[in-house]
């Protein structure tokens, strides 16, 4: 274990390569370093994290830091750096703040770049982190495919107008990108998976042949307290962390896609996505807290709404549908001051889900549909039932610049579902 923060460089190279998703099943993959996810970066907190990125792609691509709360210039959408043309080299810089499970991804071109794979994880560890057998990174996504094994989308009007409408949903789905992937833990032991949804436009319901695991942390790192759960939703963008095991030897678990509940009925009951396999019997040094951290509430549920964020679905000519922040695509908010506290009503008035993601900075829940949270959790990505309401609590700290909220739907946020905004010193 190191003591020291020091300096963690990695060179991502963005390309397009051949990528097997299962024996003789191959796509054409787009992502870094030829892999599927790409590296997985791992750094303690307070390390300087350095990432030289360089794009071979034959079009301009960026780099989004999900759930980093670094400096703006270092967030990598096109509000605040020029995307990389071809053939250009970046090189991120930025002090990571907080534990947790992070990811990163294509913010350019995204319902094609980050479909095609072009993201991957960030773990950043803590020395006072529960101790466990085993730390695995489950990057969960779902590809559409056609016969040829080529990425598809519909060609009809109407198709497409329901693609737009829930955004891209596949039948292919992957774990670290593999098809019907195998998980092995040895019994005895419990492990810390921590698992990403990347896809587009996914809402997944994981379940573990009906076994307990704990709930221990989510985007923003730790919980307060481990919950038991035998199933966990998990929308585009979100992370959870979850604590599994003990199992017997000999025992074989599958991880399950639930359906969610709003999803069509068309949608299979439950999909696979992977074999849990037990091995042989081993020592377990596990060690899971009563207590994993303490998480000071910014406000109570009765705070004063500082600024209302609607999210809605308007009729257009071009097509079919305009996917709204206030009434307009692609807005720009009004200006947020450094050390004012946030208290932000986010509703939803359309019929279906979005998952609203603020960029650089976590939130508290403080109220949901007019009730208190079951639970404290530092959040950067929440979904939002149809028609819903959540007051979230945010302290917007001394990083100036451009940031911005959107769905993280990708092809809501392609059709409008944004906003930008500017964090100033004064206003
Ligand atoms: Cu993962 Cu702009 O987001
Ligand atoms: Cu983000
Ligand atoms: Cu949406």
Sequence with gaps: MKNRPNEVVYNLEASKFNWDIAPGKTIEAWGYNKQLPGPELRANVGDTLVVRLTNHLE???LIHWHGLRIPAAMDGTD?????LA?????????VLPDAGTFWYHSHANETVQMERGMYGSLIVEDPTDPVFDGDKVLMID????????????????????VERHDGREGDTLLINGKENSVIDIAAGQTERWRIVNSSSARYFTLHLGGKEFKMIGTDGGLLEHARTLTEVLITPGERVDIAVGPFEEGETILLESLRYSRSTFLRPKRQQFATVNVGEQKASIAYLPETLRVIEPLARQD???????RLSVGPSLADGMDFLVNGDVHAHDKPVKVGELQIWE?????????????????FQLIEENGKRPEYMAWKDT???????????AWMPDDRPGRWMYHCHIIEH???GMMAHFELVKSL
């Design 59 to 61: 079009e301009p691509t």
């Design 79 to 83: 509000v605040v750096q020029k995307p």
């Design 86 to 94: 071809p053939g250009e080299v970046f090189e991120y810089r930025f």
């Design 142 to 161: 779902d590809m559409k495919l056609n016969s040829d094994n080529e990425f598809t989308r519909p060609g009809w009007f109407v198709p497409r107008i």
């Design 303 to 309: 705070a004063a709404i500082t600024r209302k964020v």
């Design 346 to 362: 986010v509703s939803n008035t359309s019929l279906m889900d979005h998952p609203f993601h603020l960029h650089g900075f976590f």
């Design 382 to 392: 929440v979904n939002l039932p149809p028609r819903s309401k959540l007051k979230i």
């Design 413 to 415: 946020h392609a059709a």
